[in-house]
Structures are given as structure tokens and as C-alpha cells.
């Protein structure tokens, strides 16, 4: 069937529409990740476990591939508490590594992997601008050219099996227009238009290589998705996870209005990883909430520079260089 679905309400696939949070689509999502492998980076704190605690509910092995082993480990345990029995492994990744990219694409090579989702990154943006990977200044680095390599040294993977790669977008983009002429930063530098421009990178990536896949008639899919405004002060407290004080619990409260928990943020990530009817979006799929910062997650409008040639040929540099000159996907 072709391909043809592009905005509105993932109804339009078929299989009805998410419910608002992680814990409310336990039901909807029940066995879909039955026999799958999900590998989710950055999966020990915020959105990435949520993803993770989601697609462990819906019954897939998870993979948390995470910088720091013993924080996984705490992950994990909270996971186990809420899915007794949940299939779970850590595996070592550090996103500003393409050594340690390289050593977690090893791990995963003897394997079948049918999820990733590309959600480790930098937050709390530093105020000077540090020197990372290739030129890059440290969040591009750390958000977009660790996963890049890890992409790449699983290209073959995309090719062999329906594979669905789920990069983690921001609203971020439709606030700050990249400029896609100066993507390391060596002039401007602020610490928001090094997240917005790290986050506008990566959708582009995502979107960009989803009508690769397309052109090689490869049967996998890149999903962009974003989580809206998700902030920890209106996610539920879990030790070790998720411990804000009072005046980040206020400040959540004083934000509700346009604002959601990590819990609620992270539904459009698993839905977009676990959706039966995706084979009907158009490529360059974007899944976000329906009002921007908040809201029931639908088929939304990316940002139109991430969407665009003047970015995506750029970041397919930065790919191509992450990848030690070779385009993996071509």
C-alpha cells in the first residue's frame, strides 16, 4: 500500500490514538513488543526511562545502553519494581564517543535489533562553548555525532530487517532556526542555540535518512519524533530517577498550563516505535503532541529547515564525518 499518510491523528493509521501518559497505554501497547530487541541510549533518567519502562511493558527485551553502569542498574531496578519479570540488559554507550559507539555497535551486530531510539544527550548546556568530536562544539557532539557513528556502524542492520530508528526532535526547532552554515558553533555560541541547533541536527538526520531508506527500498523506517515541553517537575517521583525539590515541583505546577510530565513526553516515543500501522506514514514521519508543548501526540509539521535541503545537506556532512568519510547508507 503506498504511503500517503502525513499530518493529523494517528488514527489515520489504524490502531486508534495513544492515551496520555506511559501508564495509561499499558493495554494499547500490551505485546507489541513481544519477541523485540529495543536498544534505548540515555535510558537511566528522564524520557529515555520512560521509553525504556514502556517498551519493557509492552514486552520487548530493553537494552539500556547508558554512560554510567551503575546509575543503568538503578534504572533497571525501578523498571523491575513496576514490570516483574521484564526482559533488561545494559550495555556501555557514551553519546561523545565514536570509540564507545563503535564498541556498543559490536554488541549489538550478532544481533537482532528492531528499535533504536537515539535519546542520550546533553540538557544543561554549558555557557562557553567547549571544543568536542571533529570541530564540534560539545552538545552537537554529544547529541548528535556519537549517534551518527552508531547509525552508521549499524547501517547493515537497516538494510537486513525492519528496523525502526526513533531520533528524539525538539520543540526547541520551531523556537530557534538552525543555521546550517554554522553548525559547530564557532561564532554565536549560547548555550539554547547550542541545544535548539544540536536538536534541529539530529530531526534533520532522522527525517533525512527516512527518505534514504525509502530511495534504497530498505525496509526500515527513521522516525523523528519530539516530546513537547516535558519537564521533571510534573513527572512522578522515583528514586534515584526522578527526585526534583520543591521549587522545580513548583515550577511545574506553575507551568501545567503548557507543560507536561517526561512520563507523558515519552508516549510519543514508544508509539512511534511500537505503532502497527506505520508502513502507512509518508516518509519523513514526525510524531509530536498535538498543541506543541503538550498534548494527545499526532502526526505533526516539523520544523521546515529541518525538513529542508540546506540543513539536511549539512548534517549528511557531519554523518559522513562522524563515519570516518564513508556514507554507510549509500
Not at 494517528?10 to 513481544?34: F, K, M, Y
Not at 535519546?119 to 554529544?142: C, D, K, W
Amino acid at each position: 500500500m503506498d504511503q500517503v499518510v502525513r499530518l493529523g491523528s494517528l488514527e489515520q493509521l489504524g490502531h486508534g490514538v495513544p492515551g496520555p501518559d506511559i501508564h495509561g497505554n499499558r493495554g494499547r501497547w500490551a505485546s507489541l513488543g513481544a519477541g523485540k530487541t529495543a536498544v534505548v541510549t540515555g535510558a537511566n533518567a528522564g524520557l529515555g526511562f520512560f521509553s525504556a519502562l514502556g517498551l519493557a511493558e509492552a514486552g520487548a527485551h530493553v537494552v539500556l545502553a547508558c554512560r554510567n553502569q551503575a546509575r543503568a542498574e538503578q534504572a533497571m531496578e525501578q523498571i523491575w519494581v513496576r514490570v516483574p519479570g521484564a526482559s533488561l540488559e545494559f550495555m556501555q554507550f557514551d553519546a561523545d564517543s565514536t570509540i564507545s559507539a563503535m564498541g556498543l555497535a559490536a554488541e549489538l551486530r550478532a544481533r537482532t535489533v528492531d528499535i533504536l531510539v537515539a535519546n542520550a544527550g546533553m540538557i544543561h548546556t554549558p555557557a562557553q562553548r567547549h571544543p568536542g568530536l571533529f570541530g564540534y562544539e560539545a552538545v552537537m557532539s554529544t547529541n548528535v555525532v556519537g549517534h551518527a557513528r552508531l547509525i552508521g556502524e549499524l547501517a547493515e542492520k537497516f538494510r537486513e530487517h525492519p528496523l525502526r530508528l526513533i531520533v528524539l526532535g525538539s520543540m526547541s526547532t520551531l523556537m530557534l532556526r538552525a543555521d546550517a552554515q554554522n553548525l559547530k558553533l564557532e561564532h554565536g555560541y549560547n548555550p539554547y542555540r547550542a541545544y535548539a541547533q544540536s536538536k534541529a541536527a539530529l530531526q534533520a538526520l532522522g527525517i533525512g535518512l527516512d527518505h534514504r531508506l525509502r530511495q534504497l527500498s530498505w525496509p526500515s523506517r527513521s522516525i523523528a519524533v519530539h516530546p513537547g515541553y516535558s519537564v521533571s517537575g510534573l513527572t512522578p517521583q522515583i528514586a534515584g530517577i526522578n527526585e526534583p525539590g520543591f521549587a522545580k515541583r513548583l515550577a511545574g505546577q506553575l507551568q501545567a498550563g503548557f507543560a507536561q510530565g517526561k512520563h507523558q513526553g515519552a508516549v510519543a516515543v514508544v508509539e512511534a516505535a511500537l505503532n502497527p500501522g506505520i508502513a502507512l506514514c509518508a516518509p519523513g514521519v514526525y510524531f509530536g503532541p498535538q498543541h506543541t508543548s503538550k498534548g494527545r501526540i499526532s502526526l505533526a509539521n516539523p520544523a521546515k529547515i529541518t525538513r529542508g535541503k540546506a540543513l539536511q545537506d549539512q548534517v549528511f556532512k557531519l554523518f559522513i564525518e562522524a563515519n570516518e568519510g564513508l556514507d554507510p547508507f549509500a
